[in-house]
């Protein structure tokens, strides 16, 4: 069974810098052909992907928000890390870590999250 | 960049209806990179479809997903009172890796 688990600060200042953990279990990094991503949802609005890191260390960010983010993965401990820096209220959100598996097969290669952490309300406020 | 715009943005059906949900892609998809998933207040998004027409582990049969090119689509046969809910399509693609549409909100009439 996968679970992950999201921690860290649910108050930041404006242009401070936000560090989250994905903390998971089920799976491992380095016997697993696996992903963990971050997806943030604004109260009341859409979800919104923002960054990805694969098992052999491939990276994507989104476009829009990648001068400010970076995500990191300590395979021994099992955990996912990413940081935002010069937040701003309008990054207040509910942030979600999810795992995407590697799935092949019959020459067509599958992507989506099929397990989500249960989020973490960050609140960016003076 | 890939735009995914879902239609209705609210859905008004009553239990044992069937409802279609609409995702258009800005440009074409491959299939296998189109996904659905159903979110209830409070809560973390569950995916319910990937690539396009495959239940994930768990769904009930009574949804199907299907679609090609630009244009994809959940049904729900006959509702249930549970079924009532926040739904979105995601797409994979070069970059930006993940695009999710805006949503329709499911709600009982």
């Known amino acids: 069974q996968i679970t992950l688990k999201e921690s860290g600060p649910t108050l930041v200042k404006p242009t401070q810098t936000l560090t989250l953990t994905c903390t998971f279990s089920?799976?491992?990094?380095?016997?697993?052909?696996?992903?963990v991503g971050w997806i943030r949802q604004p109260p009341g609005k859409a979800l919104e992907w923002l960054a990805l890191i694969y098992w052999d260390d491939d990276k994507g960010y989104s476009p829009s928000l990648k001068y400010r983010l970076t995500i990191t993965k300590d395979t021994s401990k099992n955990q996912v890390v990413l940081t935002m820096t010069n937040m701003d209220p309008v990054d207040t959100a509910t942030y979600y870590c999810?795992?995407?598996?590697?799935?092949?097969?019959?020459?067509?290669?599958?992507?989506?999250?099929?397990?989500w952490g249960q989020g973490t309300l960050v609140t960016v406020s003076s | 960049e890939i735009v995914l715009t879902q239609s209705p943005g609210t859905l008004s059906l009553s239990p044992g209806e069937r409802a279609t949900l609409f995702c258009r892609a800005s440009?074409?998809?491959?299939?296998?990179?189109l996904a659905w998933y159903q979110q209830k207040p409070g809560q973390a998004p569950r995916l319910l479809i990937y690539g396009a027409s495959s239940r994930a582990t768990g769904i009930p049969d009574r949804f199907s997903g299907s679609g090609s090119g630009t244009d994809f689509t959940l049904t729900i046969s006959r509702l249930e009172p549970e079924d009532f809910a926040v739904y979105y399509c995601q797409q994979y693609g070069s970059s930006p890796r993940y695009t999710f549409g805006q949503g329709t909100k499911l709600e009982i009439k």
């Open positions: 999810a795992h995407t598996p590697q799935h092949c097969s019959g020459g067509s290669c599958y992507y989506y999250f099929d397990s």
């Open positions: 440009q074409s998809v491959s299939s296998s990179y």
């Open positions: 089920g799976f491992s990094f380095s016997t697993n052909e696996v992903g």
